[in-house]
């Protein structure tokens, strides 16, 4: 298992952007597929975008495809989402989460979490 702490969340006004880092701890994070996710208040949690161990798969949210990039720095235990053009309904508490191996979009199938990190969108 990999430990996940997330960092740059805050508030920004729509049209702004914002860069959400997740520092990962524990063996082998070069082998677990990293992914986004985001909860919003009375929503369920809802799948951002996916990348896999090597970079080869990558999977992204059609509401948020060309506006967010996920990437990953396996030297440095490190996955990153940029988001651009933000939205008033971007608004929502973002996670970072992994899962050995297989890659998926499900977040039930994901065993990580991080704590998550607010953002907020102003219109």
């Known amino acids: 298992q990999v430990q996940l702490v997330e960092s740059g969340g805050g508030s920004v006004q729509a049209g702004g952007s914002l860069r959400l880092s997740c520092a990962a701890s524990?063996?082998?994070?070069?082998?677990?597929?990293v992914g986004w996710f985001r909860q919003a208040p009375g929503k369920e949690r809802e799948f951002v975008a996916v990348l896999s161990w090597s970079g080869a798969s990558i999977s992204v949210a059609d509401s948020v495809k060309g506006r967010f990039t996920i990437s990953r720095d396996n030297l440095k235990n490190m996955a990153f989402l940029q988001m651009d053009s933000l939205k008033p309904e971007d608004t929502a508490v973002y996670y970072c989460a992994a899962r050995f191996a297989a890659f998926s979009t499900a977040p039930w199938d994901f065993t990580s979490w991080g704590q998550g990190t607010q953002v907020t969108v102003s219109s």
């Open positions: 524990g063996r082998d994070f070069d082998s677990y597929v």
